[in-house]
């Protein structure tokens, strides 16, 4: 019943920009943190954001290229993407944590190409 969605993915050139969007659906609470991960293929999930009580915290290889933002009455958080690199292509996961409770999104695929 409760779920995450993620949205935004697409195909976009080397030096680009992207905004991802995902929300949680079905409950009443408000996540109390909130994180964006990626994964390629053959490649382990990785950290890419997250905001943990205010706090933004990010992955060495995307400092000063991504931003997270979220809104908490919503349920909802961005991942503003910028100066895009080939090696930024995975699929995107949102992942909210209420509680002990941690809820991913199915994901979204970022294709950075030329």
């Known amino acids: 019943q409760v779920q995450m969605a993620e949205s935004g993915g697409g195909l976009v050139q080397p030096g680009g920009s992207l905004r991802l969007s995902c929300a949680l659906s079905?409950?009443?609470?408000?996540?109390?943190?909130v994180g964006w991960y990626r994964q390629a293929p053959g490649k382990q999930r990785e950290l890419v954001a997250s905001?943990?009580?205010?706090?933004?915290n990010y992955g060495d290889s995307v400092k000063g290229r991504f931003t997270i933002s979220r809104d908490n009455a919503k349920n909802v958080a961005h991942l503003e993407m910028s100066n895009l690199k080939p090696e930024d292509t995975a699929v995107y996961f949102c992942n909210g944590r209420i509680g002990s409770e941690n809820y991913w999104g199915q994901g979204t695929q970022v294709t950075v190409s030329s």
């Open positions: 079905g409950t009443r609470f408000i996540m109390s943190a």
């Open positions: 905001i943990i009580g205010g706090r933004r």
